[in-house]
């Protein structure tokens, strides 16, 4: 019997996830969470998404040429990091903050924080890892918001039947690499990617939660 979470269990539990157990998930698992997946919202019924999954030898083989282009990134969309408002800059910092003390690792420890970064192109250990492709179209705002859509339903859909992934732009830093390795036309742009599998809770990382800003802060009710 499959694990199936009431909504509200699933969303309170969603978390990214950065440690995970080998096992992979079965054909039926896989294919249970990505039909649902496929049920997200888009603008027009699009659905302008292609999610190309490595597993096994392609997944390791595609990490090896991550970790080896690790200080070449090229990715199709910029960051643009710094061009955020105080308030996001604020939360981004106090993340990286928070996650370098749960993980115990001292800001100034520069291979440590290296290694931890290499982590994300090696998918934390997951035996899947996911890249979310879309088309460019215009200034490519409306397709990213499908996408986006896409992989939280897909993060939703993973947690509610007791798997777990993490969304990683970090992966999208090395397009080309990416297409290189499995084949993919230029035209198709790459906006993240997604590491996931079975969560091992017992692992440190995995018992970090990031913080939520008040609603006050993001929610503006008008009568
Ligand atoms: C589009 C997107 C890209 C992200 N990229 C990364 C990443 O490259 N590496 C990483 O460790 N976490 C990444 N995250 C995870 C965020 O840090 C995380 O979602 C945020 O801190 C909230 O924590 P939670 O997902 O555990 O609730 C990303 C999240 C999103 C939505």
Redesign the pocket.
């Known amino acids: 019997m499959m694990i199936d979470k009431t909504f509200s269990e699933t969303v309170r539990q969603?978390?990214?996830v950065?440690k995970f157990l080998p096992e992979p998930l079965t054909g039926a698992e896989l294919n249970l969470v990505l039909e649902e997946a496929q049920l997200s919202p888009s603008n027009s019924n699009t659905q302008p998404w292609k999610m190309h999954i490595v597993s096994g030898a392609a997944k390791d083989k595609l990490a090896a040429a991550l970790v080896a282009a690790a200080d070449n990134p090229k990715p199709d969309f910029p960051y643009g990091d710094r061009e955020y408002p105080a308030e996001n800059t604020a939360r981004m910092k106090e993340?990286g903050k928070t996650?370098f003390a749960a993980i115990g690792l001292d800001r100034n420890d520069k291979a440590g924080r290296r290694e931890s970064w290499l982590e994300?192109l090696r998918f934390?250990g997951a035996p899947h890892a996911a890249f979310l492709f879309m088309p460019s179209v215009a200034d490519n705002v409306r397709v990213a918001g499908d996408v986006?859509m896409y992989?939280?339903t897909f993060l939703l859909s993973l947690t509610a039947h007791g798997f777990g992934g993490?969304?990683?732009?970090?992966?999208g830093y090395y397009a080309d690499v990416v297409r290189e390795t499995l084949g993919i036309a230029p035209e198709w742009k790459l906006?993240?990617g997604i590491s996931f599998g079975r969560p091992d809770y017992d692992a440190v990382i995995n018992q970090w939660?990031?913080a939520r800003a008040p609603l006050s802060e993001s929610v503006f009710l008008h009568e």
């Not at 993490?166 to 992966?171: A, E, G, N």
């Open positions: 969603r978390q990214s950065r993340l996650y994300n934390f986006g992989g939280q993490v969304p990683q732009t970090y992966l906006l993240f939660r990031s």
